[in-house]
């Protein structure tokens, strides 16, 4: 474990530096053992679990409305298909939905657009032309990038992705 | 059966400090009926209503938030009442506005339009209190008592087109008063 590149305390930790308390999720591959479960029980974190995607989206949004910062995790799958509510109400609607995205089947190391799995490759290209920052973590060191990107999301009213690219353990 | 807007015109009779949630035509017909700073009407996609409710509700626990849905809409978000009922708001007022069609969309039916009992939806996927109203005099009589019951509470209002009003989407997605939203809600 020492030598894995990718922690869960790290993402964590992040969130905790952003300074989330709600975070809305839809259990992911990727995510959901360590990461997720670990969020479950911290008593810093109040979990939202959604039966669907496009839900995420929205509670994230009402959350912003109440004055709230909050991250959404799902899965590669859910992103794609919750679509027209991230257009409609994260882009278009301008809210500052973070969104934390499984790339579930990514090859390590390999850039998401050279990935043999379709729905991996298709993913940044369509933040891109969504018109949505996205970062990929896939090593500790990356995971320095989750909190300032949450935190210009919030400043600027506008969402962003963070897309986790191996299992964090 | 009830006039839409008269249902919402006797809700506005009674409001106090209320977070209003509305989608399509009944957000167009609040923003005329009864504006206030308080009415949320950036929903940004059909079927997403309950969910920025919820999200609302989370937010500011000491706030009541009451959502005026449509019966298409939740069709489109039946998952919600589920992802609701598990969070257990005590500040959720979840009225339905059952008119059996998709009125934005052409007035097209909704499938099995007027055959299934939301109520019982809400109330099997685990919302405390549910109610079914479709008389003006009933829903004036017992809306002190849906807004005093700890939620989840579900309403289904039958209801029908009442008068036109204008329609005006960018005013629906305003981000100016989406911001003038937070600043009042904050400061509430």
């Keep these: ?169 | 059966m009830m006039k839409r807007d008269e249902m919402l015109k006797a809700f506005a009779r009674q409001r106090k400090d209320e977070i209003l949630v509305a989608v399509y035509t009944a957000a167009q017909e609040i923003t005329h009926i009864a504006p206030n700073d308080l009415n949320y009407t950036f929903v940004g996609a059909m079927g997403q209503g309950s969910s920025h409710a919820l999200g609302l509700a989370l937010g500011r626990p000491d706030k009541k938030v009451v959502v005026f849905d449509g019966d298409g809409s939740l069709l489109m978000n039946l998952g919600s009442l589920v992802t609701i009922a598990n969070q257990a708001p005590k500040n959720y007022v979840h009225c339905l506005c059952e008119n059996g069609c998709y009125e934005t969309n052409g007035s097209v039916p909704t499938p099995r339009a007027g055959q299934i009992r939301f109520a019982d939806l809400a109330k099997t996927a685990g919302y405390k209190k549910t109610f079914e109203i479709s008389d003006l005099a009933e829903w004036e009589r017992d809306l002190p008592n849906i807004l005093k019951e700890e939620g989840p509470v579900f309403v289904t209002l039958k209801v029908e087109l009442g008068e036109a009003y204008p329609e005006n989407f960018a005013r629906l997605y305003s981000l100016e008063h989406r911001e003038k939203f937070r600043r009042t809600l904050a400061n509430s």
Excluded: W
């Design chain 1, 1 to 169: 474990m020492a030598d894995y590149p990718l922690t869960a305390a790290s993402i964590k930790n992040e969130f905790k530096r952003a300074g989330i308390h709600f975070v809305v999720a839809l259990p992911d591959r990727v995510t959901s053992h360590y990461l997720l479960k670990g969020l479950m029980a911290d008593p810093e974190f109040r979990v939202v679990q959604v039966c669907k995607e496009d839900e995420g989206i929205s509670i994230c949004a009402g959350l912003y409305a109440a004055g709230h910062k909050s991250v959404f995790m799902m899965q590669y799958t859910g992103f794609l298909d919750s679509i027209n509510a991230i257009r409609g109400v994260a882009v278009e609607g301008h809210f500052p939905v973070c969104m934390v995205v499984g790339l579930l089947g990514k090859e390590p190391d390999l850039a998401p657009t050279k990935s043999k799995k379709l729905g991996v490759k298709i993913t940044e290209p369509i933040l891109d032309v969504l018109g949505i920052e996205h970062h990929l973590i896939e090593r500790n060191a990356d995971t320095q990038a989750i909190a300032p990107a949450i935190d210009k999301a919030f400043a600027n009213s506008s969402p962003t992705a963070i897309l986790i690219g191996r299992e964090p353990r």
